[in-house]
């Protein structure tokens, strides 16, 4: 069975890091690029950012690009979100979700909730 | 702001056909295919639609998507209540050389 489980959320003063975590098992893990979404609460789906296969390349929403650095472990099947400069417009569910295509996503985890505030 | 426009909310009863509307540019959805994702409440998203009209293994085809210029929709036929969700459109822009989604609509079966 497919699974993604998101890990790291948490509550994060203005301007501090955290780093999320996405643990995937029942598929190829290496053969697949991983995809970071989130939705602010009571808000729509926001794309944050791609890492391929093989850990590069790695692409990034405008609105993230400079502080979010995505990286995968292959031997571990897991990908990291390294979140640095927050506030509190990333505040939201971060989701990560299994690539078909770079808008077809057809596994997903549960969210861990990353709230920014002091 | 989403970059896709949809109503934010949605209602029908039972056995009723709905549509949710997806309104893009030139740079996302008329020059490119449109998805839909269902969210029902408390859960991570689902692929719904791809490429405008095509329904996952295990979709009924009580869903379907259709797409003209720069806007799409999503129906719904014979309604049902676990059809209550939020109903998320998307697709690539090439403008912003990225994914989109619009703001979601909230689908309420009275």
């Known amino acids: 069975e497919v699974q993604l489980v998101e890990s790291g959320g948490g509550l994060v003063q203005p301007g501090g890091s955290l780093r999320l975590s996405c643990s995937a098992s029942?598929?190829?893990?290496?053969?697949?690029?991983i995809h970071w979404v989130r939705q602010a609460p009571g808000k729509g789906l926001v794309w944050v950012s791609r890492?391929?296969?093989?850990?590069?390349?790695?692409t990034y929403a405008d609105s993230v690009k400079g502080r979010f650095t995505v990286s995968r472990d292959n031997a571990k099947n897991t990908v990291y979100l390294q979140m640095n400069s927050l506030s509190a417009e990333d505040t939201a569910v971060y989701y990560c979700?299994?690539?078909?295509?770079?808008?077809?996503?057809?596994?997903w985890g549960q969210g861990t909730l990353v709230t920014v505030s002091s | 702001q989403s970059v896709l426009t949809q109503p934010p909310s949605a209602s029908g009863t039972p056995g009723q056909r709905v549509t949710i509307s997806c309104s893009g540019s030139s740079s996302n959805i008329g020059n490119n295919y449109v998805y839909w994702y269902q969210q029902l409440p408390g859960t991570a998203p689902k692929l719904l639609i791809y490429?405008?009209?095509q329904r996952p293994s295990g979709v009924p085809d009580r869903f379907s998507g259709s797409k003209s210029g720069t806007s799409a929709s999503l129906a719904i036929s014979g309604l049902r209540s676990e059809d209550e969700a939020n109903y998320h459109c998307?697709?690539?822009?090439?403008?912003?050389?990225?994914?989109?989604f619009g703001g979601g609509t909230k689908l309420t079966v009275l």
């Open positions: 979700a299994r690539d078909r295509d770079w808008v077809i996503y057809d596994y």
């Open positions: 890492v391929s296969s093989d850990e590069s390349p790695t």
């Open positions: 029942g598929f190829t893990f290496s053969n697949y690029h």
């Open positions: 998307a697709a690539w822009d090439g403008s912003l050389i990225g994914p989109v």
């Open positions: 490429r405008n009209n």
